[in-house]
């Protein structure tokens, strides 16, 4: 036995050890540290290197330039605006695509191969679902074209051997037999970054956007159609409400059985509900552990078991095997409980007091009695991808300006945006929210509309968020607070949002943050979908990009989205090109490296948001938005200090009255003059 000086010696030394130990752990995780970095230099090395491949190894694809890798979190962002895009809208409903038949063309077994093999190994491809990979298969035709041909202009708006891929006249690469190229115009119209020749004769293989969005809509329409209906079949289930059936219908897994395999065995405990889609199964039961199974009855396609584990009484009392060849769709009682419940009303109430309602109707009548030529033009304060807005005020009162958005009808009318700007005019005249921008009135004239909104004096948060580089976790919460007000208004009137970023987001001379925009808005309704492809390219959401169709979930990617960009300072998904970009958010949030300024219950929440299942994102769930408010990150949040707008900003701009522009970059004069109304080819009653 030792004595006490003896015993402190020891703990002397053992103190000393452990110092020493801390010292390697410092050191080795600087080393770790720096190795991260040079492996990011690395990366971005080799995506400069993959813009330009060359030889058979390339990827072959036009739209693409780079590696599938989210460029390093410590790289600095390119501080440039995004301007959103958007698809044409198909001249059919989604309903109807389902009635349409397509065109197949026949081929060898060898170029059938050849196509599959192909689509299969392209990063966009590769994403599908396999029958609608046969399906392409089947619709594509053949294109023969001569040496020397070109295939695809650099520059021209797409519809659409040996070839080679060249930029601005400089080579990129040179594709061979089994190589996809185009794939960004099918999705929506876009302009060819890269010019395609024919160094020899060639056979294309080639789909047009119009087929390939038929299959990939269609699909998705037919399956979830389907589902609902076995869903509306079963009596548990069909008294839940249409959009709660809907979130089930899109959360329920194919599972496959081959013959005589055991679904359930009885007495093992289970937490699975199964409808079967195609086959049929057997029911047994053995009463006691002497006797034979006894059979009780057979079931078919549309009929259910295992129900009574969606409660919690998860002890099977009976097997169910597979006759032959067996299909189910699987839900189980978490993902079930998540669902159940519909949408809360997430505090938006107080949105419509009568004291508002009163305010509002004044403002209604004030604003019916002005006209365009009442208003006086300072300064542009923003450009847009469809618009130009100005700050203006009424000729007769300096004391109080406006937002003036100017969108020219030819514009539109090319794009064939008249959809979005009726959608955009009627939500917003709707929309009577602390935290979305007003709408006060619409005029038109013979080449422009006009929007007049409530001027917000603060600035973007763009343009703070460019300024400061990032955020820290108090003004991102603030933020994102603000725009969960705002989409929760939204959402709990089946309206989704679909361009949330930066740029979209004001601030009023307060501080506060106000959602502007709403362009690509669109109600949809509780349990619907719709299928435009449209929004910014950082921030869609997978379905939106395999047109899976998508609801107001979709916003909740895209706040994820946001809380990432405001807290690092550039989005998770980013690369040189739209179609690099939707290649790497398919890989998912996951495979995302989260720099250490995001803590690790922001990182929580994020990765919550950006689940690639829509059902199982935060804010999409039985509580709606309230888990996320609920969720650690947020513990603490003044939310009715928010509301109530007396909790303090992060940021008080400075704004000298009515007429100050300062905190707005500069913009030059609009001297383009738009063709007159008639030649607009759209008569709109705005």
Not at 179 to 200: D, Q
Not at 315 to 339: I, K, P, Q, Y
Not at 541 to 548: F, Q, T, V
């Amino acid at each position: 036995m030792g004595t006490l000086r003896d015993l402190q010696f020891a703990l002397q030394l053992k103190i000393e050890e452990l110092r020493q130990r801390d010292a390697l752990i410092d050191e080795l995780e600087l080393e770790l540290d720096t190795k991260d970095d040079l492996i990011r230099q690395l990366q971005t090395e080799l995506d400069r290197h993959r813009n330009a491949p060359q030889g058979a190894g390339s990827t072959g694809t036009m739209e693409k330039a780079g590696p599938q890798v989210s460029p390093p979190a410590t790289d600095e962002p390119q501080w440039n605006k995004r301007q959103a895009i958007s698809a044409e809208p198909s001249v059919m409903e989604p309903g109807q695509l389902t009635h349409i038949t397509l065109t197949s063309y026949s081929k060898s077994q060898e170029s059938r191969e050849l196509i599959y093999r192909a689509l299969l190994e392209n990063d966009f491809m590769k994403h599908l679902e396999h029958e609608q990979i046969l399906t392409m298969v089947d619709c594509m035709h053949p294109t023969r074209l001569a040496q020397g041909c070109c295939i695809v202009q650099e520059g021209e708006l797409g519809s659409l051997g040996k070839v080679e891929v060249s930029n601005r006249g400089k080579q990129l690469c040179t594709m061979h037999p089994g190589k996809v190229f185009g794939e960004l115009a099918v999705l929506y119209n876009c302009t060819r970054p890269a010019t395609v020749t024919a160094l020899t004769d060639v056979t294309l293989w080639a789909i047009d956007r119009q087929c390939f969005q038929t299959i990939m809509v269609r699909a998705g329409v037919i399956k979830h159609s389907q589902y609902m209906e076995f869903l509306r079949s079963i009596p548990s289930i069909q008294s839940l409400p249409e959009d709660i059936l809907s979130k089930v219908a899109d959360v329920l897994e194919e599972t496959h059985y081959s013959d005589c395999d055991y679904i359930i065995r009885q007495g093992a405990t289970g937490d699975t509900f199964f409808i079967i889609s195609e086959g049929q199964v057997k029911v047994t039961q053995q009463k006691s552990s002497n006797e034979e199974p006894e059979f009780l009855t057979t079931l078919s396609k549309g009929d259910w078991f295992g129900e009574q584990a969606l409660k919690g009484e998860d002890v099977r009392t009976a097997s169910v095997t597979a006759v032959g060849r067996v299909t189910c769709l699987v839900v189980d009682r978490e993902s079930f409980m998540h669902l159940i419940g519909g949408l809360d009303d997430v505090n938006t109430n107080q949105h419509e007091s009568e004291d508002l309602n009163a305010k509002s109707a004044a403002e209604a009548a004030f604003f019916s009695s002005v006209s365009l030529t009442d208003f006086h033009v300072i300064c542009t304060l923003g450009l847009g991808a469809f618009s130009r807005v100005e700050l203006v005020h009424l000729k007769n009162d300096t004391s109080r300006s406006f937002a003036l958005k100017v969108l020219k009808k030819r514009h539109i009318v090319d794009t064939r945006q008249q959809g979005h700007i009726l959608s955009e005019r009627r939500i917003m005249m709707e929309a009577h929210s602390p935290f979305m921008v007003r709408l006060y009135r619409t005029f038109r004239d013979s080449k422009c509309l006009y929007l007049l909104l409530e001027a917000c004096l603060g600035g973007e948060l763009w343009t703070l968020l460019r300024d400061r580089g990032s955020f820290d976790d108090g003004a991102t919460r603030f933020y994102t607070g603000c725009v969960i007000e705002a989409l929760a208004f939204l959402h709990d009137r089946g309206i989704v949002y679909r361009d949330l970023k930066p740029e979209n987001i004001m601030l009023d001379h307060r501080g506060y943050a106000k959602l502007v925009d709403f362009g690509f808005a669109k109600k949809v309704g509780l349990g619907q979908k719709t299928w435009t492809f449209c929004g910014t390219p950082e921030y869609l959401a997978p379905e939106i990009i395999l047109n899976k169709g998508h609801d107001i979930s979709a916003d909740c990617w895209s706040l994820g989205i946001l809380i990432y960009e405001l807290l690092n300072g550039s989005p998770p998904f980013s690369a040189p090109d739209p179609m690099n970009t939707y290649n790497i958010i398919l890989r998912g949030i996951d495979m995302v490296e989260f720099p250490k300024k995001i803590s690790k219950s922001a990182a929580n929440l994020i990765k919550r948001l950006c689940r690639d299942s829509p059902s199982d994102r935060l804010g999409n769930q039985r509580k709606g938005f309230k888990d996320i408010q609920k969720h650690k990150w947020f513990e603490g949040f003044n939310w009715e200090g928010l509301r109530q707008a007396t909790l303090a900003p992060p940021f008080t701009p400075t704004v000298n009255g009515p007429l100050d522009t300062s905190n707005f970059d500069c913009f030059p004069d609009d001297s383009e003059d738009p063709p007159p109304d008639e030649e607009s080819g759209w008569d709109l009653d705005f």
